[in-house]
């Protein structure tokens, strides 16, 4: 697809929608995704400038991309107010919310975990691998969103956070078969290359056991992110 069309057609979509930071729309049957250099509402009390943000991201794909493209983006145009990216299909969330058959669903979450290993054994960190924030299509996983600041600054630990987030994030949506999902993700990431991770996880949950203690004492109020992560607790401990 020739740039200069894709970025026509992204700046008409921008000048009509002057206050929206993500768009997206259909070129020639392929769809595709824009993201502003604008404010997202969820970090008011970090002190980083929008400027800043978008340039981190950019970054943080960059060198992503450097060892695994597969698992980024494909960026199509990149201006200093927007980026334009291929669009990666639906994401995970969606994806365990379809009518695709159970088996298949699991096999599509163990190539996720051994994804998510992928980028660590690289010193990738991605910072919230939220089902939201991962998308399947034909095959191919794509991880979004590289915006999120790594407040730990140890690797390790840094990568065990990973591994939680994206557990806790099959925990939050309370599914009937959570428990061959979780199993499922977690055997993909142990298979290639992340045992060590996950006993680094574990550790970690015992290092904060007192927030396991909180969140057990709150179970009966059945507050979603809260059993969420007493779930955490209870299948890694």
Not at 67 to 91: A, F, N, W
Not at 133 to 141: A, Q, S
Not at 147 to 159: A, P
Request: one cysteine or more.
């Amino acid at each position: 697809m020739d740039t200069n069309r894709i970025r026509s057609m992204a700046e008409q979509i921008i000048r009509e929608n002057p206050k929206r930071r993500i768009l997206d729309f259909t070129l020639e049957g392929q769809k595709y995704w824009i993201k502003r250099k604008l404010g997202n509402g969820r970090n008011q009390l970090v002190k980083y400038s929008v400027e800043k943000e978008y340039y981190y991201e950019i970054a943080r794909m960059t060198i992503a991309g450097r060892s695994h493209p597969e698992l980024i983006p494909s960026i199509q145009v990149l201006t200093p107010d927007y980026m334009v990216t291929l669009d990666g299909g639906p994401t995970l969330k969606k994806v365990l919310d379809s009518r695709l058959p159970e088996e298949e669903k699991e096999s599509i979450l163990e190539e996720t975990g051994a994804a998510l290993a992928a980028l660590h054994a690289d010193q990738i960190i991605h910072g919230r691998p939220a089902l939201r924030d991962i998308t399947y299509k034909d095959g191919r996983l794509t991880f979004l969103d590289w915006e999120n600041r790594l407040y730990s600054k140890d690797r390790e630990e840094q990568k065990a956070i990973d591994f939680l987030l994206l557990l806790q994030g099959i925990c939050r949506e309370n599914y009937a078969e959570e428990k061959g999902r979780l199993q499922a993700l977690k055997q993909g990431y142990l298979e290639n290359g992340g045992r060590n991770t996950v006993e680094e996880a574990r550790h970690f949950l015992q290092r904060h056991a007192c927030i396991g203690w909180i969140v057990h004492r709150l179970s009966p109020f059945q507050m979603k992110d809260i059993e969420s992560v007493r779930k955490l607790y209870d299948d890694l401990l």
